[in-house]
């Protein structure tokens, strides 16, 4: 669940909105969430799914990293905004996160979307 302002959602979400209302207040949402994620079946599907999600950021910005493709910035734009499971601050396999590839490579495009990104996350 994510409140948010009216036409605070990407772009290719389309032009309609719907209102819903909970049935159950936030605090106790929070909690029964929280307990949800800890089944088992629920935390393993979860936990391949941010799996998944954040070795697609890595590929496409070791992609980048290669030709600097308006396709690959696209996918790393995209991976950022759509799923909220990537991270900027989890390495890869070689200890290295998307912040200091982004550093590495001197590449001020990716530094300032990542910032921006960060600014903007809480």
Known sequence: VFEHPIWYVPAGLGDYCQYLRLKINRDDLFVKTQ???QEQQIKKRYDGLTQAAQKFLFDH????EQNRSDHNFRAIYESLEFRMNTHLDVADENGI???????NMGCQRLQEMFALYQAHRE
Not at 61 to 64: L, P, Q, R, T, V
Not at 97 to 103: D, F, G, N, V, Y
């Open 61 to 64: 910005i070791k992609a980048y």
């Open 97 to 103: 996160t998307p912040l200091m590839h982004a550093q």
């Open 35 to 37: 307990e949800k994620l």
